[in-house]
């Protein structure tokens, strides 16, 4: 027997048997396509949303970033119109030590010594303690690290012995104020800009260990001997 | 392979004997002039060998023998070339103007009280003073002891030096000799802190020495009325 098809028999007005199939026979097929699209359409406006939050908050990082140097480059000049002693007992009260200081300042101990008795210092290395000044203060009044010396001579990751001091040393102060930053900047990769062959350089199977006569001494990781 | 110093300011705090502050105490890496060596018996400068942990008897008097090495003019090597050869001497390149070593194979017992009487003429950084350790631990047993260990054991030594030079610098331009200035400096240092922790035993953790720098500070301070 031959199936006929009359387009023209089918009409949109229901049966008696169709009556309340009419919508379970169309409605999946039309339901899960709607869903798959709708879903679709969600999935890609998800994706705007974060890419546009994405640039939205890398904006405002650079904005803030901005924002800080500025902020780092206006109070340093505050500061270099003090005089230099001014400056260095500042950093000696916030606990610095003077090898420290002198290594901020990319000079020799004798040489802050020297301004300490009086000398006068290059407007570089003037500009150098006004920075590292400002930095402390920006710090301490902006993030409430309420002891700057400490924090900056601490390892800031577990596997490397690099601090802060050392980021502001190689003039990292951008990276040293992310550091400080309360937004849950990850350490690691503040050693990935500052150090990019950071693993391979503090990679050792040798430890420090307290000996019996109460001294630290070196040995070799149990497990690597 | 060894490490080596990105410039020749890393290695010295003093590398004339004009920069020499007297009031540092006597640590390993420092070079004195006129000294003989036993077994060497030629009258030249030299160079502290002995490990910083083990040069004094009572925290302020030295033992009575220092391990040292002879230092004479040497070749002025490429900084890069310290790496990967040279393995039997130090290096000490602008040490008084000059390009100088210290040899590991002129070495012996010299009294210290020889040592005293002898004119410093340069100390090294503790990054100096690890190097040295690093490429003498070499020349000895052919082991790659990394600097950051060495210095994360060398630490809170460094740390007393530094501190030591700087009471003693302080309370003897108030008058009083360097040796009874020592003492006081060590008697405090021994003292427990408001923490009840001794404030040399403080200095091992990074985190804790700024504290210590200030409270000696305010220290001294008080002690001058």
């Known amino acids: 027997m031959k199936l006929a098809f009359d387009s023209e028999s089918i009409t949109d007005e229901s049966t008696g048997t169709s009556i309340g199939l009419r919508d379970t026979t169309e409605a999946p097929t039309r339901t899960i396509a709607d869903l798959v699209q709708h879903v679709g359409f969600l999935k890609n406006r998800t994706r705007v949303l974060v890419a546009d939050s994405n640039d939205v908050h890398h904006s405002a990082d650079e904005l803030h970033a901005e924002s800080l140097d500025q902020l780092l480059r206006t109070t340093t000049a505050q500061h270099a119109r003090e005089p230099l002693a001014e400056m260095l007992e500042g950093l000696s009260d916030s606990g610095f030590s003077w090898r420290e200081i002198a290594r901020l300042a990319g000079v020799s101990v004798p040489a802050v010594r020297k301004w300490r008795q009086g000398e006068s210092a290059s407007g570089e290395n003037r500009h150098r303690i006004a920075r590292v000044t400002a930095f402390c203060e920006i710090v301490g009044e902006q993030y409430l690290i309420d002891d700057v010396a400490s924090w900056l001579e601490t390892p800031f990751h577990t596997e490397a012995p690099v601090t802060g001091l050392d980021l502001l040393t190689n003039d990292r102060f951008d990276l040293a104020m992310r550091l400080a930053g309360d937004d849950g900047v990850d350490p690691e990769s503040i050693l990935e800009q500052f150090e990019p062959d950071w693993r391979e350089r503090y990679a050792t199977s040798v430890e420090v260990f307290v000996a019996p006569d109460g001294q630290p001494g070196l040995r070799l990781r149990e497990g690597d001997s | 392979m060894l490490e ?222």
């Open chain 2, 4 to 225: 080596y110093p990105s410039s020749v300011e890393d290695l010295y705090l003093a590398s004339f004997r004009e920069e020499v502050e007297p009031s540092r105490p006597v640590l390993t890496g420092d070079v004195f002039e006129g000294v003989t060596i036993p077994g060497v018996d030629e009258r030249d400068y030299a160079l502290i060998l002995t490990h910083p942990c083990s040069m004094r008897k009572d925290g302020v008097n030295l033992v009575d023998r220092l391990l040292m090495a002879r230092v004479t003019e040497a070749p002025d090597l490429p900084l890069p070339d310290w790496a990967t050869g040279h393995f039997k001497v130090m290096p000490l390149p602008a040490l008084m103007g000059g390009s100088y070593a210290a040899r590991f194979a002129e070495i012996g017992l010299v009294q210290s009280s020889q040592v005293q009487d002898s004119r410093r003429v340069a100390c090294l950084t503790p990054f100096g003073i690890n190097l040295l350790q690093q490429r003498f631990i070499w020349h000895l047993t052919r082991f790659l002891a990394p600097t950051h260990r060495l210095n994360e054991a060398s630490a809170s030594v460094f740390e007393e030096a530094d501190l030591c030079e700087e009471w003693v610098m302080v309370t003897t331009e108030q008058g009083g000799t360097a040796h009874q200035a020592e003492t006081d400096f060590h008697e405090w240092i021994r003292t427990e802190d408001e923490s009840g922790t001794r404030r040399q035993s403080d200095l091992a953790d990074p985190q804790r020495r700024a504290g210590i720098r200030r409270e000696m500070r305010r220290h001294l301070q008080t002690r001058s009325g």
